[in-house]
Structures are given as structure tokens and as C-alpha cells.
């Protein structure tokens, strides 16, 4: 599954490993993110995101 960054901080979300502090499951794509999801480091939207 394809990672995506975070381009003002960095962050990578990995869909293998998901963002279980935020309650989402491993496994789980970025299209599949909740709507109201935001980088657990920074607090951007998805639309903040490039394909990694």
C-alpha cells in the first residue's frame, strides 16, 4: 500500500502500520481515512499529504 508524507512536517503514514493512537487500524489505506483525520504530529488536513 502506498505511504503518504506530510509536507510541513514530515510525517509518513505507513497503511501497514496505520495510526492506532487515533484509532485507526493497521491496514487501513489513506483514501479510507476518516474525513476529519489529521497528522498526529502537526494536525494538518489530509489534503496536506503527498503520495511518499
Partial sequence: MQQYVCD???YI???EVG???NG???GTAFADLPEDW???LCGV???QFSPA
Fill in 8 to 10: 510541513l512536517c514530515g
Fill in 13 to 15: 503514514y505507513d497503511p
Fill in 24 to 26: 485507526v487500524e493497521p
Fill in 38 to 40: 489529521v497528522c498526529p
Fill in 19 to 21: 495510526d492506532p493512537d
Fill in 45 to 47: 488536513t489530509k489534503d
